[in-house]
């Protein structure tokens, strides 16, 4: 079972993208190299890698680390997408590249250093972009800095070579079918249906000269001569294709729907590996994707992942990672060990896999998994929440967090007050669309385009803030003729269900970024986040009490003595118990009152929490509200309200009297209490000038990432106020050390009242 360790910070601003447009001339037939056009040669040529998904992947380059984002949508497959990200410049960079080709693209590129020898190419044009369009046509572009091009509508023609893959296979009557694209500087390489693979020293030599196309085979010398018969054993279809630097030497990894793994010296056109990839239970096993780690100077062992689908009664998708052994000497060596990791991924698909020297970095629509390499142990695993899972809870979207808690809460605080409910439900739910990293400019236009509300581009974006919650209120006003509580309710909790669906579909993850740094940066449809570590106390809040077995590790100051610890565990189950009871609105519903005009103050709000804690949710609903509610929905909370009740006073009894018998007196869990609250109190990190960054972080990271913590501090601070007002309300309900409780509160020295 994995472990919960940290979360996705959304960068502000990343959905306010600025592009600036480049399109590829089309040279037309008189500049390939047969007379062969584009058109007629998708006839010929087949990529089986035409694109089906949202695809991304980075590359990153030079030391300083340069790192560069590309993205293409399957919505506009001839358009590539470019960001570049410098250590030495602010981040977040919301300008784009965007490339527009004459045909639409294969999901792949790559990006690399121009290491031209003539000065003026690698000054002007430093990087080099490879492409490939599904028609069979290469290209490769000298880049300038992505600033260079805002004048620039069509890029210059010196600094765009294309090559038609069909000049090598005209001469067959059914060429292979290219199933898998890999590139390294100067070469590109291909493989097909049929297990064969050919690379193309595109950016070394011209096309026409001998030696651009080597095709890999199995064969050498005068075997070749024989032809067909000479090829041994029959491979199957290329699956992916990775090429990898290793020692100087540049290796092409080849992985085989069969299983085999190959790995070829492109220098010298031979091959230096094959092996079969041992599955167990490898019927109806899809060899599916390879991952190659880093080759370490210091170290022998590199790893390998590889992404099996194992087509069962239920759809399921495996990690094997292997060891790489890389022997130096006369000639390089290369081994897989027999043993190996395997990661079964229960839930979600692999978007994404990246391998660093200690860490297998797995991306999947449902959450970013880390595990230790080279260890079996399954208990390393570490799980980081996507944005998906916040913005779902902020708009009462999760399956955990229902919006109809958040009608029921509401009706129990505002009993006597029912014509205070609506706008009391709207200010929450307009206030969390707009907070940073759930609200998305094209995510909200799209939705309220579902309710007719059509603007141009210029009018949207003249928009104030005011201006946007007036427009969002007016749609959910003019939904219907009724403007009972329960009716405006409902009309919110559509709009908010469109606009997730919209959220999760502009916003689907993409690629992963990772930084030998340690950055880990997510790329999404529209957008571009960092991944943190939990703080302490987002640690202490979601671990289960029983796990907390060094608290003190966590930075609370608490005394030498053990029971300190163990009545901190009793008061934090008790604050669970409270919490999980009363249920996420409960703080949406207190902090709304806070920073609103009080309808009802945050301290009367603190008394009719406690009372729904005594005697439930249902008892504090009036009976003209339940009529407004409905028949059908209130009995069927009444009931799940009653069970809940039944749960938590038991719970809450057995945790009190553990409580009780730990503590010797009330004083004693004050004090734990007082501690915990000083752990509460946000600490000033000051990050030293010369520390390594792995980029230029800007405020608005910071800003989100701190509004990410303080949300867990305050839920915090409420739960461990209701737990204290609670103890008060029960003092004279049979508790002995009651009395004790209620002087030690009274204590005008003490900094705890």
Same mark, same amino acid.
């Given at each position: 079972?994995?472990?919960?360790?940290?979360?996705?910070?959304?960068?502000?601003?990343?959905?306010?993208?600025?592009?600036?447009?480049?399109?590829?001339?089309?040279?037309?037939?008189?500049?390939?190299?047969?007379?062969?056009?584009?058109?007629?040669?998708?006839?010929?040529?087949?990529?089986?890698?035409?694109?089906?998904?949202?695809?991304?992947?980075?590359?990153?380059?030079?030391?300083?680390?340069?790192?560069?984002?590309?993205?293409?949508?399957?919505?506009?497959?001839?358009?590539?997408?470019?960001?570049?990200?410098?250590?030495?410049?602010?981040?977040?960079?919301?300008?784009?590249?965007?490339?527009?080709?004459?045909?639409?693209?294969?999901?792949?590129?790559?990006?690399?250093?121009?290491?031209?020898?003539?000065?003026?190419?690698?000054?002007?044009?430093?990087?080099?972009?490879?492409?490939?369009?599904?028609?069979?046509?290469?290209?490769?572009?000298?880049?300038?800095?992505?600033?260079?091009?805002?004048?620039?509508?069509?890029?210059?023609?010196?600094?765009?070579?294309?090559?038609?893959?069909?000049?090598?296979?005209?001469?067959?009557?059914?060429?292979?079918?290219?199933?898998?694209?890999?590139?390294?500087?100067?070469?590109?390489?291909?493989?097909?249906?049929?297990?064969?693979?050919?690379?193309?020293?595109?950016?070394?030599?011209?096309?026409?000269?001998?030696?651009?196309?080597?095709?890999?085979?199995?064969?050498?010398?005068?075997?070749?001569?024989?032809?067909?018969?000479?090829?041994?054993?029959?491979?199957?279809?290329?699956?992916?294709?990775?090429?990898?630097?290793?020692?100087?030497?540049?290796?092409?990894?080849?992985?085989?729907?069969?299983?085999?793994?190959?790995?070829?010296?492109?220098?010298?056109?031979?091959?230096?590996?094959?092996?079969?990839?041992?599955?167990?239970?490898?019927?109806?096993?899809?060899?599916?994707?390879?991952?190659?780690?880093?080759?370490?100077?210091?170290?022998?062992?590199?790893? %390998?992942?590889?992404?099996?689908? &194992?087509?069962?009664?239920?759809? /399921?998708?495996?990690?094997?990672? @292997? !060891?790489? #052994?890389? =022997?130096?000497?006369?000639?390089?060596?290369?081994?897989?060990?027999?043993?190996?990791?395997?990661?079964?991924?229960?839930?979600?698909?692999?978007?994404?896999?990246?391998?660093?020297?200690?860490?297998?970095?797995?991306?999947?629509?449902?959450?970013?998994?880390?595990?230790?390499?080279?260890?079996?142990?399954?208990?390393?695993?570490?799980?980081?929440?996507?944005?998906?899972?916040?913005?779902?809870?902020?708009?009462?979207?999760?399956?955990?967090?229902?919006?109809?808690?958040?009608?029921?809460?509401?009706?129990?605080?505002?009993?006597?007050?029912?014509?205070?409910?609506?706008?009391?439900?709207?200010?929450?739910?307009?206030?969390? %669309?707009?907070?940073?990293?759930? &609200?998305?400019?094209?995510?909200? /236009?799209?939705?309220?385009?579902? @309710? !007719?509300? #059509?603007? =141009?581009?210029?009018?949207?974006?003249?928009?104030?803030?005011?201006?946007?919650?007036?427009?969002?209120?007016?749609?959910?006003?003019?939904?219907?003729?009724?403007?009972?509580?329960?009716?405006?309710?409902?009309?919110?909790?559509?709009?908010?269900?469109?606009?997730?669906?919209?959220?999760?579909?502009?916003?689907?993850?993409?690629?992963?970024?990772?930084?030998?740094?340690?950055?880990?940066?997510?790329?999404?449809?529209?957008?571009?986040?960092?991944?943190?570590?939990?703080?302490?106390?987002?640690?202490?809040?979601?671990?289960?009490?029983?796990?907390?077995?060094?608290?003190?590790?966590?930075?609370?100051?608490?005394?030498?003595?053990?029971?300190?610890?163990?009545?901190?565990?009793?008061?934090?189950?008790?604050?669970?118990?409270?919490?999980? !009871?009363?249920?996420?609105?409960?703080?949406?519903?207190?902090?709304?009152?806070?920073?609103?005009?009080?309808?009802?103050?945050?301290?009367?709000?603190?008394?009719?929490?406690?009372?729904?804690?005594?005697?439930?949710?249902?008892?504090?609903?009036?009976?003209?509200?339940?009529?407004?509610?409905?028949?059908?929905?209130?009995?069927?909370?009444?009931?799940?309200?009653?069970?809940?009740?039944?749960?938590?006073?038991?719970?809450?009894?057995?945790?009190?009297?553990?409580?009780?018998?730990?503590?010797?007196?009330?004083?004693?869990?004050?004090?734990?209490?007082?501690?915990?609250?000083?752990?509460?109190?946000?600490?000033?990190?000051?990050?030293?000038?010369?520390?390594?960054?792995?980029?230029?972080?800007?405020?608005?990271?910071?800003?989100?990432?701190?509004?990410?913590?303080?949300?867990?501090?305050?839920?915090?601070?409420?739960?461990?106020?209701?737990?204290?007002?609670?103890?008060?309300?029960?003092?004279?309900?049979?508790?002995?050390?009651?009395?004790?409780?209620?002087?030690?509160?009274?204590?005008?020295?003490?900094?705890?009242?």
């Amino acid at each position: 079972m994995s472990i919960r360790a940290g979360m996705e910070v959304p960068i502000i601003g990343t959905d306010s993208i600025k592009f600036i447009d480049v399109s590829v001339p089309d040279f037309g037939d008189a500049d390939l190299s047969t007379t062969t056009s584009a058109t007629a040669t998708a006839a010929s040529i087949t990529i089986k890698t035409s694109l089906t998904e949202d695809y991304a992947s980075s590359s990153v380059i030079g030391d300083p680390p340069l790192s560069f984002i590309w993205r293409i949508h399957k919505s506009q497959p001839k358009t590539l997408e470019l960001l570049q990200l410098s250590a030495n410049k602010d981040f977040p960079v919301t300008t784009w590249l965007r490339i527009t080709f004459p045909h639409a693209l294969c999901p792949f590129a790559y990006v690399c250093q121009n290491q031209s020898q003539m000065p003026a190419f690698s000054t002007t044009n430093p990087y080099l972009l490879y492409a490939l369009t599904i028609s069979g046509v290469v290209y490769l572009i000298k880049l300038r800095n992505i600033s260079a091009y805002s004048s620039l509508p069509v890029l210059p023609r010196d600094e765009v070579t294309q090559f038609s893959l069909n000049d090598r296979y005209s001469s067959n009557s059914e060429p292979a079918a290219i199933t898998s694209v890999a590139a390294t500087a100067g070469c590109l390489a291909v493989g097909r249906i049929d297990g064969s693979v050919a690379h193309f020293q595109l950016g070394l030599l011209h096309h026409s000269t001998p030696g651009f196309v080597n095709e890999l085979r199995d064969d050498s010398g005068i075997g070749r001569l024989w032809g067909f018969m000479s090829r041994g054993r029959v491979v199957g279809a290329v699956q992916d294709l990775v090429i990898s630097e290793a020692h100087g030497l540049k290796l092409l990894f080849v992985l085989h729907s069969d299983g085999m793994l190959r790995v070829w010296n492109l220098s010298l056109h031979n091959k230096i590996l094959s092996h079969a990839l041992g599955i167990p239970n490898s019927e109806g096993v899809t060899f599916a994707r390879l991952w190659v780690g880093e080759f370490n100077e210091d170290a022998s062992i590199t790893p %390998l992942a590889v992404l099996c689908r &194992h087509d069962l009664e239920i759809r /399921r998708e495996m990690i094997h990672v @292997y !060891h790489l #052994h890389c =022997t130096l000497g006369d000639k390089t060596v290369l081994s897989v060990e027999s043993s190996m990791q395997d990661i079964p991924l229960e839930e979600g698909e692999c978007i994404d896999v990246k391998l660093t020297s200690d860490k297998i970095w797995i991306l999947k629509d449902n959450g970013l998994l880390s595990h230790k390499l080279f260890h079996i142990d399954m208990e390393d695993a570490c799980c980081y929440t996507l944005q998906e899972e916040f913005v779902a809870e902020q708009l009462f979207q999760s399956s955990k967090l229902s919006s109809d808690d958040l009608l029921w809460t509401t009706y129990s605080i505002y009993s006597s007050m029912k014509e205070n409910i609506v706008p009391f439900v709207s200010s929450i739910f307009i206030r969390r %669309l707009l907070l940073p990293g759930v &609200h998305h400019n094209g995510v909200l /236009r799209s939705t309220l385009l579902d @309710y !007719h509300r #059509h603007w =141009t581009d210029m009018e949207f974006q003249s928009l104030t803030v005011d201006g946007l919650k007036k427009e969002v209120c007016s749609v959910i006003e003019n939904q219907g003729v009724s403007e009972s509580p329960m009716s405006i309710f409902c009309h919110w909790k559509n709009f908010c269900a469109h606009y997730y669906h919209y959220w999760c579909k502009n916003n689907s993850p993409c690629g992963l970024l990772v930084q030998s740094a340690g950055a880990v940066c997510l790329v999404r449809k529209n957008s571009v986040s960092l991944f943190r570590d939990l703080e302490n106390i987002e640690m202490i809040i979601d671990g289960s009490s029983d796990e907390l077995v060094d608290l003190a590790s966590f930075g609370l100051d608490l005394s030498n003595d053990e029971s300190e610890h163990g009545i901190l565990l009793e008061v934090l189950r008790c604050i669970i118990n409270m919490s999980q !009871h009363l249920g996420k609105p409960a703080s949406a519903v207190f902090y709304e009152s806070l920073i609103s005009t009080p309808i009802v103050s945050s301290e009367e709000i603190v008394p009719r929490f406690l009372k729904i804690l005594e005697t439930g949710y249902s008892s504090s609903v009036s009976s003209d509200h339940i009529t407004d509610l409905g028949g059908s929905f209130a009995w069927e909370k009444e009931l799940a309200d009653r069970k809940s009740l039944r749960k938590f006073s038991i719970d809450m009894l057995l945790s009190l009297h553990t409580l009780s018998k730990k503590a010797t007196s009330w004083s004693k869990v004050l004090n734990v209490i007082e501690s915990y609250l000083q752990f509460l109190v946000p600490r000033r990190i000051i990050q030293k000038l010369n520390a390594e960054m792995s980029f230029d972080i800007n405020n608005s990271i910071l800003i989100q990432a701190t509004s990410q913590i303080a949300k867990v501090i305050f839920e915090s601070a409420l739960d461990v106020l209701l737990f204290v007002s609670y103890l008060l309300k029960i003092s004279g309900q049979g508790y002995n050390n009651a009395p004790m409780l209620c002087t030690y509160t009274q204590d005008p020295n003490s900094s705890s009242c």
